[in-house]
């Protein structure tokens, strides 16, 4: 019988095995450092049923990141509750921690937003029309472009957060979505160098970083539910 993983602000937990990567109590701790933090609701403007807009500052980057890992969560979601045939037990331990911890950052965003304002990005819907959840490749091509697409995110993105308290927890976050962007690479290419590809780091030994209206482009395929960020040129 198929098991269906359902997804709750309250039921996400970590494996404890060999991929614990991420310590639930540690994103616990920190969300209560940043709810002290609050944000007046002023930076966001009354968009009166339009489009709903990131925001502006440090908040329009808490909102960016908590799409993004929506629509990570929403991905691995589906994995998890229809693997793809002839999946190894190692394939299948390896998406439920990328579920797992994906889950658990979407969760973590939407708190510690909430603390500090009203105005919080809404569930978005998301949509896959050229992945197929049957097909291993398919999988795996979408995973590595999601996680890819994570890191160069955080790390874009990083250079514009003031609050220095944001910015330590989006430097925890972005190592673990380094983890598995490295991790969905070495089931592609086993063995390989391609775990750190000269696609991802750069002439430097560092990742890559993009602009948001960048990436926001990338990924925009995958969103359906409409949103801007005027402050970074998302029309």
């Keep these: 019988m198929k098991k269906t993983i359902s997804v709750s602000n309250q039921g996400a937990t970590l494996d404890t095995g060999r991929r614990n990567f ?3 109590s540690g994103i616990g701790l920190a969300m209560a450092g940043l709810t002290l933090v609050g944000c007046n609701d002023d930076d966001f403007e009354d968009m009166n049923g339009k489009v709903f807009d990131l925001g502006s500052g440090d908040i329009g980057i808490l909102n960016y990141a908590y799409a993004l890992e929506q629509l990570e969560a929403d991905f691995y979601t589906k994995v998890v509750n229809n693997f793809y045939s002839g999946i190894s037990s190692v394939e299948k331990q390896v998406f439920t921690d990328l579920y797992n911890h994906e889950v ?3 969760d973590f965003f939407k708190a510690a937003i909430s603390g500090a304002t009203s105005n ?10 050229n992945v197929n959840f049957n097909s291993r490749d398919s999988v795996l091509a979408t995973a590595k472009a999601l996680e890819d697409t994570g890191v ?14 944001y ?36 002439s430097n030994g560092l990742d ?10 990338a ?17």
Excluded: C
Excluded at 173 to 194: F, M, Y
């Design 22 to 24: 991420l310590k639930l």
């Design 104 to 106: 658990i950052h979407r």
């Design 120 to 129: 919080v990005l809404p569930t978005l819907e998301f949509q896959y029309p």
């Design 152 to 165: 160069a995110a955080y790390n874009g993105a990083g250079k514009y957060i003031t609050n220095a308290a």
């Design 167 to 202: 910015l330590v927890i989006a430097g925890k976050i972005v190592s673990v979505e380094a983890r598995h962007a490295s991790a969905i690479r070495d089931l592609i290419n086993p063995g390989t160098a391609a775990f750190s590809g000269d696609d991802v780091i750069d």
């Design 208 to 217: 890559l970083a993009k602009e948001p209206k960048d990436i926001v482009a």
């Design 219 to 235: 990924a925009g395929g995958f969103i359906k539910t409409p949103f801007t960020w005027i402050e970074r040129g998302i029309m």
